[in-house]
């Protein structure tokens, strides 16, 4: 039994000894993938699809991503500054937000989520100014902006405001093809 054994491994090492040993004959090499090149894949749009997945630290990082490969926009920062309020780093998400409305004091979709945070911040006065720059900048094309300047004026005028206003929270919204949906309200 162990002289057969010694004779099989004797006849392997043989074989990979002669011409051609174990590697295929002709010109099938296999060779390891070079370099990877650059995606094609649309960060943002993953990320939109999370965050509307409630998965708020993948839809981040793809945000990451694209920021990497398209530079700090108005989208990517808005993007960005959305999926940290969902994950509840309000000081991050402003500052992102912030920034956004300074690159593009026309986009909406930013305004309206700066004023998101505000209200979380308790900053009624100025979320409801920054809505009504949101509603004025969408020109009231925007029902879920409407809605949230609507309670915030709402909580302003009475902070102690309870109309409902528990099974309404504010809603985010993102900028698509001219569309505003929301992306999650849980």
């Known amino acids: ?14 074989t990979a000894c002669g011409p051609g040993g174990f590697a295929p004959s002709g010109g ?8 990877a090149g650059s995606s094609d894949i649309d960060g943002l749009l993953i990320g939109h699809r999370l965050m509307a997945a409630g998965e708020y630290e993948l839809a981040l990082r793809a945000y ?9 926009n108005v989208d990517t920062l808005s993007a960005l500054g959305s ?11 402003e500052r992102l937000l912030r920034r956004a409305t300074e690159e593009d004091p026309t986009f909406a979709a930013a305004w309206n989520n700066l004023g998101v945070i505000l209200m979380e911040r ?15 900048t969408d020109n009231g094309n925007s029902d879920e902006i409407r809605d949230n300047l609507r309670l915030a004026l709402a909580k302003l005028d009475d902070p102690l405001h309870t109309d409902g206003q528990e099974n ?19």
């Open 83 to 93: 999926a940290n309020l969902k994950l509840g780093r309000l000081n991050q998400a």
């Open 64 to 72: 990451t991503r694209a920021a990497a490969q398209q530079g700090l």
């Open 28 to 35: 099938d090499r296999v060779f390891a993938p070079g370099v």
């Open 1 to 14: 039994m162990r002289n057969r054994a010694l004779m099989l491994a004797a006849c392997a090492v043989l």
């Open 122 to 136: 308790g900053k009624t006065a100025e979320a409801a100014q920054v809505f009504r720059r949101a509603f004025a």
């Open 168 to 186: 309404e929270p504010f809603q985010l919204v993102r900028r698509g093809t001219g569309d505003y949906v929301i992306l999650s309200t849980q």
